[in-house]
């Protein structure tokens, strides 16, 4: 089966710089890679999310880039915010039944 | 904007006892999913349901767990024989593929606590 890895498992940063998480999977048939932030006892929610055919998108401050024949995507966050602090999950599935494998989450912390 | 529920918010349970974790799912989704979270660590896949039958299962869903769609709007799991290691918080999940892409929505979970 799918298995993801995700790196850091806990990433601070100062107020404006920029954060980056990276995921790593193994299944050549996943081709759907989804972010999801969650906050303290809050449920996850999808912030940006790529499909394979597509090697980078952009939202805002948020960005993600998928490199399919590394199998390797990462999140990128620019001019981070307070709020942004959270803990953010990749996930990777493949098409058709979307069953997402998550990683195992990056603890960001965002100083003032 | 329409969002799925989940009831009750926090369940407490004595070991080997039922429990059934409620979800409605957002109207218009096929799909239909619960996860575990263990405190502290990932989001894990259950089980998937459309169609009114499972569509995968993990590991994980073994024949202590089950889920059933009773009325076309609720969407349940059930825990027949609890365990310590139950104790989690459960999301459901729904989603209907909109122009290809495959955005899912989670309820805002239920807290599992097995004493």
């Known amino acids: 089966g799918e298995n993801v890895e995700q790196h850091p498992s806990t990433l601070s940063v100062q107020e404006g710089d920029s954060a980056v998480i990276k995921c790593t999977y193994s299944?050549?048939?996943?081709?759907?890679f989804p972010w999801y932030k969650q906050e303290l006892g809050k449920r996850p929610q999808l912030i940006i999310d790529i499909r394979s055919n597509v090697g980078e998108k952009k939202d805002q401050r948020i960005a993600v880039t998928l490199n399919k024949t590394a199998k390797h995507f990462s999140l990128h966050i620019t001019e981070t915010q307070p709020e942004d602090s959270a803990v953010y999950f990749c996930a990777a599935s493949p098409g058709g039944s979307y069953i997402p494998t998550f990683g195992r989450g990056t603890s960001l912390i965002v100083h003032p | 904007e329409p969002e799925v529920t989940q009831t009750p918010s926090h369940q407490v349970t004595q070991m080997g006892q039922e429990v059934i974790l409620r979800c409605v799912p957002i109207?218009?989704?096929?799909?239909f999913y619960w996860y575990r979270q263990i405190l502290g660590q990932k989001v894990e896949f259950l089980v998937s349901?459309?169609?009114?039958?499972?569509?995968?299962k993990s590991e994980i869903f073994d024949d202590q767990f089950s889920v059933e769609r009773p009325d076309g709007s609720n969407f349940t799991l059930k825990i027949r024989s609890t365990k310590l290691e139950d104790s989690a918080m459960y999301f459901c999940a729904s989603y209907r593929e909109v122009n290809s892409y495959n955005e899912q929505f989670f309820g805002p979970g239920t807290r599992l606590t097995v004493l």
């Open positions: 349901f459309y169609n009114n039958e499972i569509s995968e």
């Open positions: 109207s218009n989704h096929l799909y």
């Open positions: 299944d050549s048939a996943s081709n759907y």
